[in-house]
Nanobody, 114 residues
Framework: VQLQASGGGLVQPGGSLRLSCTASGNIFSFNYMDWYREAPGQQRELVTR???????YYVDSVKGRFTISRDIAINTVYLQMNSLKPEDTARYFC?????????WGQGTEVTVAS
């Protein structure tokens, strides 16, 4: 199983981006998909999660601004990020728990700056 993340870029404060993470390979049991982020000099943090049942979790700092969703048919999870702030600047990674194993994507860079 491989994860391919995309959609990062440079955006002004208040702007929006949509990240995508597509899983390729044979997945028999999808448990959940996470988006993590890692800012320079900081620990990687869990931003949001979507479970097999469609349940979601968001870290407090992104509630009301970020939305995680999925398209099961194409094994893709999206992260819609609105009202972006400079403190959202980080490398964003997707992580999949499936078939008893964790898989990480390579990350995509998000920079929020004027």
């Amino acid at each position: 199983v491989q994860l391919q993340a995309s959609g990062g870029g440079l955006v002004q404060p208040g702007g929006s981006l949509r990240l995508s993470c597509t899983a390729s390979g044979n997945i028999f049991s999808f448990n959940y998909m996470d988006w993590y982020r890692e800012a320079p000099g900081q620990q990687r943090e869990l931003v949001t999660r979507i479970t097999n049942g469609g349940g979601t979790y968001y870290v407090d700092s992104v509630k009301g601004r970020f939305t995680i969703s999925r398209d099961i048919a194409i094994n893709t999870v999206y992260l819609q990020m609105n009202s972006l702030k400079p403190e959202d600047t980080a490398r964003y990674f997707c992580r999949l728990l499936a078939d008893g194993r964790f898989y990480w994507g390579q990350g995509t860079e998000v920079t929020v700056a004027s």
